[in-house]
């Protein structure tokens, strides 16, 4: 297939024409904040191309990030993102990648066999629901059947040509960009899905074809090829977990895929090469669950009802980010390593080719779910488009703007998660902060100067100090005033116990928490007639200096800051108004959303 080619020096003025990278300078350690998608994929990955996006290539996908106007891959408008991002990694499938839009344009290595010739009639016809449908249900079990669609010849060109589009769009400075891929382990429907990208170019990608499902369906398999290959070619890897939510448990286990009890070499792998996992995209959310955290009144967040498959979601220990902070806790007294020792980041999922995460520019999951009088129809098992959720970003917290210096922040984890917002949050722990400083000029400064990030660890208590941590949230300009901000924290009691409790530390107006501790709702200015709302309510910016009035300076524990909006007009309410339909013709979705944004955590360790 041949492939569109643009110069260096045309993609450099580009971006300068159109990207005004959304970054933050900070006043301390000369770090910036950028804002990017570790997850999307492109025509290169088979469901993406067989669920309607046949053209949004990766070339697609990194014009559309700096702020180009591009193509829709499904209704063939012209479309564009709110505001450039500042990174993107391109994540197709690493199973069958490029196979099908070669398999679409004829290649003799495809379709010189029966199956793959009727496959591209089918393509040529439109039935591309019927091709992906027949691919899942060979893949779950008859896998041989399909071994075609990975010819070596193929995947070895398809990997060439996307790290060789990630180099020419990478500008240090200005804009990064990414080669990488998905790992898509999926065992009886369960989500075991990785992301995995790297910070060198083609020069060390061509070195090496990403490992796959076809290599084996096992982490602890994926992470010792990370560690063998790194160690052959000189080269650095990030995984990133994705959609614990579907996992059944399986996400942070206590035994392991073999059921084996989680040991010190699995544990020590894991946190090597996983230093952060995507709590939020666009098949829900993974911080919390109203069966974990019954007393967490925004637990019940963006929930994603089913397996991969369509089958039943069943379990939810092990299936969550905080549940998995406080297991690795409980993990690290047992073995002396903390396996889930995690950032958390969001990002999209984006099957289109295009990162949108905002409500009002949702371009959908799937090609074919990008209009709303598609989105009540079926596009994979049990899922319709409705369901989706149209977030998140990740936020990184780097010295400058490259692959390098982004790839150290994800490793020291000073990264936080949104659900699409670009709220700027800052957060540092230390024995030192005083009331006041939440009120300074230079808060960065003070910050790195008296206790840690966001990712970082406290240790050594002072004899009778708690820790204190320095908060600090202000809105994304273009949308929703600020509800409260939080701190989350998990601790593990002297008898193993696992135990969790929410803190309201600063919020908007003049509310105060009442006999339970809890304050009132912000309130809700949404026209659910027009899909509008009004910024009356809530705070532009939040900072707190707050204590922890629970400490015990004998027991592992962790925190991360919860941000809040004000409720705002989801996607769903604004396809209704469209179709002119009342707001439960979008089958019982919310009409409105509180967005948010989750810090990475810090930890204390006795």
């Given at each position: 297939m041949?492939h ?33 998608d570790t ?24 014009r ?41 344009a004829?290649?003799p ?35 041989e059947?399909?071994a ?48 995995v ?14 490992f ?21 070619i ?13 996992s ?19 544990a ?53 980010a ?32 295009l ?20 989105k ?7 899922s ?30 000073e990264?936080?998660a ?25 808060l ?14 406290l ?57 339970d ?57 604004l396809?209704?108004i ?17 967005e948010?944004?989750y ?8």
């Amino acid at each position: 297939m041949l492939h569109a080619r643009l110069g260096k020096t045309a993609v450099s003025a580009l971006l300068c024409f159109a990207a005004t990278p959304a970054t933050v300078l900070a006043q301390a350690n000369e770090t910036m904040l950028l804002w990017g998608d570790t997850h999307l994929h492109t025509s290169y990955s088979f469901d993406a191309f067989t669920l309607g996006n046949a053209t949004a290539d990766p070339e697609t996908a990194y014009r559309f990030a700096i702020g180009l106007p591009v193509i829709h891959p499904g209704h063939r408008a012209r479309v564009q993102i709110d505001r450039p991002l500042d990174f993107l990694v391109v994540t197709d499938h690493a199973e069958g990648l490029g196979a099908m839009a070669e398999l679409a344009a004829g290649n003799p290595l495809l379709v010189d066999n029966e199956r793959g010739e009727r496959w591209r009639r089918m393509l040529a016809a439109g039935e591309l629901n019927a091709v992906f449908t027949e691919i899942v249900a060979l893949g779950t079990d008859h896998p041989e059947e399909i071994a075609f669609l990975n010819d070596d010849k193929v995947f070895r060109s398809a990997w060439a040509y996307i790290a060789e589009t990630a180099d020419r769009y990478n500008d240090p400075g200005t804009f990064t960009a990414f080669a990488g891929w998905e790992w898509s382990s999926t065992p009886d429907g369960l989500n075991l899905h990785r992301i995995v990208f790297s910070p060198d170019g083609k020069d060390k990608a061509v070195q090496y074809l990403p490992f796959s499902l076809n290599d084996s369906e096992k982490p602890r398999d994926l992470w010792k090829w990370l560690a063998r290959t790194a160690d052959e070619i000189g080269t650095d890897f990030i995984a990133i977990g994705h959609n614990s939510n579907l996992s059944n448990g399986r996400f942070f286990p206590l035994v392991d895929e073999d059921g084996r009890a989680i040991d010190v070499e699995y544990a020590q792998l894991r946190s090597r090469w996983e230093p952060v996992e995507e709590v939020t995209q666009y098949k829900g959310d993974s911080e919390t669950h109203p069966l974990l955290s019954p007393s967490d009144e925004f637990a019940d967040f963006e929930r994603y009802k089913h397996l991969l498959d369509g089958g039943p979601l069943q379990h939810v220990e092990g299936s969550y980010a905080r549940s998995g902070l406080v297991r690795g806790m409980q993990l690290e007294a047992e073995i002396g390593v903390n396996p889930y020792k995690f950032g958390m980041i969001g990002a999209t999922d984006s099957h289109t080719g295009l990162a949108s995460a905002e409500e009002g520019n949702f371009l959908g999951k799937y090609a074919q779910d990008s209009i709303p009088e598609t989105k009540a129809k079926e596009t994979v098992p049990g899922s319709v488009g409705w369901d989706a959720s149209a977030m998140g970003f990740a936020a990184v917290w780097a010295t400058e703007n490259t692959r390098e210096a982004i790839v150290e922040a994800f490793r020291r984890r000073e990264v936080y998660a949104t659900t699409g917002p670009r709220i700027q949050l800052r957060f540092f722990g230390g024995w030192d902060f005083e009331a006041r400083d939440a009120n300074a000029r230079d808060l960065a400064s003070l910050g790195y100067e008296k206790g840690v990030p966001m990712g970082g660890d406290l240790t050594d208590a002072p004899n009778d100090k708690a820790p204190s941590f320095l908060v600090s949230a202000v809105k994304d300009p273009l949308d929703g005033n600020l509800d409260r901000a939080q701190v989350v924290k998990g601790w593990v009691a002297a008898d193993g116990s696992a135990h969790e409790r929410i803190y309201d530390v600063a919020w908007s107006g003049d509310r105060k928490p009442g006999g339970d501790g809890r304050l009132e709702p912000v309130g809700n200015t949404v026209a659910l007639e027009a899909g509008s709302y009004e910024n009356s309510i809530g705070a532009t910016e939040l900072t707190a200096v707050w204590t922890d009035p629970d400490f015990d300076p004998a027991l592992r524990a962790f925190y991360y800051v919860r941000v809040l909006q004000i409720p705002t007009p989801r996607h769903t309410l604004l396809d209704t108004i469209a179709l002119q339909q009342p707001p439960e013709a979008a089958g019982g979705h919310a009409s409105v959303i509180q967005e948010r944004a989750y810090s990475s955590p810090i930890w204390f360790t006795p």
